[in-house]
């Protein structure tokens, strides 16, 4: 690149002018699990070349605002605050329990944040928690409050039968954003990439999503996920060696290995991050959740690249350092792989009595 194309791509990354980071973060998997070979008997696929081993499924009383929940409290017991310093709470999601009332008051409500708080619901499929992350950096990094939490979390949807019914799960990830000089990991900066690319919707009043086969690899997923890392990594001048670590959108096992290989980084660079064989896609938490179970194993000084996917689409491509904090916050709250390793199996009539997938009326 010339010097001008070096720094008009420096200037489209987004850095606070405040240096911020994560002060605690915080991760909820729920405990059930749903193998892969039990959809492919029901269904009478084949059960070689599944795109996940098996997928986590919500309890009867668990929702998007009760994993978020969780995964908050998490966070708050990392970063060892207040919930009344809080300033914001944001939840993305795209499984809202309400079409018509927030889950980020309730969350807000049950970490006992509010009422002195700014909260709303955020969309973009399962960018809306990297989402909200980076609206987070732009509260902080302006000065206007000391800290603000930022959710990803689902309970994802797929139509019996379909595809999606392989890797739709849930889960939680929440990060509380605060100053660099007290975070367990600084968010240098970030980018975003977004395009009107239809390859996944659901209208209102549909119960289940639509998605455009094949269409959702290229040009969806490969297209956005590889260039907003591209551009964040060329305006940063960095390369794929430069990062212990990276994690990027898992809506299968196959879509980030073959990214990561597009970008020139090596299986033990995204190995830790990946969770989807165990757990499924956990939608706005999936890069989210990987995120958090490096940060369970990451050393001071470690950098770490995150990039989340959206249909419709788009994708937040975020440069993190770890501080020497990590050692001081990790240890207060269950981790990740605690959660993954917390599991109970369930045959397929469970799955569909837990999901509501039998109408009784």
């Known amino acids: 690149m010339t010097p001008s194309q070096e720094n008009e791509k420096e200037n489209l990354l987004l850095k606070p002018r405040v240096p911020v980071g994560i002060v605690g973060y915080g991760a909820y998997i729920p405990q059930y699990r749903l193998p892969a070979t039990e959809i492919a008997r029901i ?12 997928k986590s499924v919500p309890g009867l009383d668990e929702d998007t605002v009760t994993m978020s929940i969780e995964a908050a409290r998490n966070a708050l017991k990392r970063g ?20 018509v009332k927030p889950s980020a ?39 206007m409050g000391e800290y603000a939490l930022a959710i990803g979390a689902d309970t994802a949807q797929a139509r019996p039968g379909d595809a999606l019914e392989f890797t739709a799960a849930a889960g939680a990830a929440a990060f509380i954003i605060g100053t660099a000089d007290e975070a367990c990991a600084e968010i240098i900066s970030a980018y975003s990439f977004v395009t009107d690319t239809p390859d996944f919707w659901r209208r209102a009043y549909q119960h289940y999503p639509e998605h ?20 964040l990594m060329e305006a940063s001048g960095l390369g794929a060696s430069d990062f212990a670590y990276a994690v990027f959108h898992q809506p299968n096992t196959k879509f980030p290995r073959r990214v990561a290989k597009q970008l020139g980084f090596k299986d033990e660079q995204i190995q830790p991050g990946l969770l989807s064989p165990m757990i499924g896609n956990t939608y706005a938490g999936a890069s989210l959740i990987g995120l958090t179970a490096l940060f369970d194993i990451a050393k001071p000084g470690d950098r770490i690249l995150m990039v989340s996917y959206g249909s419709g689409a788009g994708s937040d491509a975020l440069d993190i350092r770890v501080t020497k904090q990590i050692d001081l916050c990790r240890d207060r709250a269950l981790k990740t792989a605690e959660y993954i390793a917390r599991r109970v199996e369930i045959d397929y009539a469970t799955y569909a009595r837990y999901r509501g997938k039998l109408a009784l009326h």
Not at 110 to 139: R, T
């Open 43 to 54: 269904w009478g696929g084949s059960e070689e070349g599944l795109p996940v081993k098996e």
């Open 212 to 231: 455009g086969q094949r269409f959702t690899g290229e040009p969806a997923y490969f297209k956005h996920v590889t260039t907003a890392a591209r551009n």
């Open 80 to 99: 060892g605050i207040d919930p009344q310093l809080l300033r914001a709470v944001w939840v993305g999601s795209e499984s809202h329990p309400y079409a």
């Open 105 to 143: 008051t309730i969350v807000a409500e049950a970490i006992g944040a509010s009422p002195h708080i700014q909260a709303a619901d955020l969309e973009f499929a399962c960018k809306a928690g990297s989402e909200a992350m980076v609206a987070a950096m732009g509260l902080i990094g302006s000065g």
